[in-house]
């Protein structure tokens, strides 16, 4: 009984035990608290830079000769034999291709016998003229036998020459039967082959004259304006990166293509004889940057509902602030931001969804800040 009593006599003091450990509890639980609340988050941005006031323009194309010639043959008939191959240098004279002659040869046999005869005319034709004129200087002939016989003498003269110059234009369609370059040149492109018969006009080889060489490039209607004959451009080839070339260009489309919509414009190069021609270049052209565009990551780009935006960091609190912006376009390299940032701002670049209006971050490491802008499309991280 006494030991019951005793035990009983202890319970009292079991309170403020329970009492002081659900005060510690307690503590400890609102220190946590106030720890997870006091978490800094370390946040990757970016720092909006100056706005260049111009932008480069760049376009590929291919090198080409200024002058191509499409060589045809000036009479009709069938190929007999090719003497050329695409890429084969050739000189001004040279055989490319020849037609079947052998039509062409008659013709020149026919207006030789006509030539002959018509020669033989005239010569009976004279005898009688100088006959007509002995008689009337003796008056045993008239007049107007003289003047028959000097009628008749012309048109002899006449004909003869017809037979003269279609003898000659017909030995001249014998010569056409050779396809000959017009000047020295590489071939680009063989039309027509042997057994093939072809018209006059026909082209049949194309040859890329040797001389000045140029990049043709197509051009976008919204970025034409930006290319006018004698501007200066940078020529880069894909085939080396140390090559690259002053160019200016020489020529502008007046229309546009009906299917692309874009214009041609020809860019002409020094000579080089590193320069090839059907090598791929690049061409470079500055242009005035009169839309005043931001670049940054897509990963920045965030909404509030409707509204977009973006989360400023203030560098002086180490807070993030929701900022609205107006996205002037999508770019494969970002956003373009029309308004709502100026040069000197700094943006979260990723991680949006856990930035929550003045949460205390941090820049990680111990790394500089860098830029974004429109004008080379760099966004440059901080990680």
């Known amino acids: 009984m006494s030991s019951f009593s005793s035990i009983i006599g202890r319970l009292p003091a079991v309170g403020p035990v329970l009492l002081v450990t659900a005060t510690l509890g307690l503590a400890g639980c609102s220190q946590e608290k106030a720890e997870v609340k006091d978490i800094i988050r370390p946040v990757k941005v970016v720092e909006i830079a100056k706005v260049h006031d111009t932008r480069t323009l760049s376009y590929s194309g291919s090198v080409r000769a200024r002058t191509e010639s499409a060589l045809a043959f000036r009479v009709n008939g069938k190929i007999t034999e090719r003497l050329v191959d695409i890429g084969q240098h050739v000189a001004s004279g040279d055989v490319l291709a020849r037609i079947d002659p052998i039509d062409y040869d008659l013709s020149v046999k026919s207006a030789q016998a006509a030539l002959d005869a018509a020669e033989r005319q005239v010569e009976t034709v004279e005898l009688a003229r100088k006959r007509a004129e002995q008689l009337f200087a003796k008056n045993f002939a008239p007049k107007s036998q003289l003047e028959q016989a000097t009628l008749t003498y012309d048109q002899a003269v006449a004909t003869r020459d017809s037979a003269l110059s279609t003898l000659a234009q017909a030995k001249n369609q014998v010569g056409y039967t050779d396809l000959k370059a017009d000047r020295d040149g590489i071939v680009t492109t063989v039309s027509a082959d042997v057994g093939q018969v072809v018209g006059s006009g026909t082209p049949v080889v194309t040859v890329a004259v040797d001389g000045e060489k140029e990049v043709l490039i197509a051009v ?75 670049s940054i990551p897509l ?84 990680r």
Not at 315 to 329: M, N
Not at 353 to 363: D, S
Request: overall charge negative.
């Open 220 to 294: 976008p209607e919204m970025e034409i304006a930006e290319f006018k004959p004698g501007k200066a451009v940078k020529a880069g080839f894909w085939s080396d990166d140390a090559l690259a070339l002053d160019g200016k260009v020489r020529e502008v489309a007046g229309s546009a293509d009906p299917q692309s919509r874009t214009f041609a414009v020809r860019v002409s190069l020094p000579n080089d004889p590193r320069v090839l021609l059907g090598m791929t270049a690049s061409i470079e052209a500055t242009a005035a940057n009169e839309r005043q565009l931001v």
């Open 299 to 382: 990963s920045a780009l965030a909404e509030q509902g409707t509204q977009s935006i973006v989360w400023t960091v203030d560098r002086g609190a180490d807070t993030v602030h929701a900022r609205p912006i107006k996205v002037a376009e999508f770019a494969a390299d970002g956003v373009r931001v029309a308004e709502g940032l100026k040069p000197g701002d700094v943006v979260v670049a990723a991680g949006t969804q856990f930035m929550t209006e003045n949460l205390k971050v941090k820049l990680a490491g111990d790394t500089a800040l860098q830029s974004a802008s429109a004008a080379d499309g760099d966004a440059k991280q901080v």
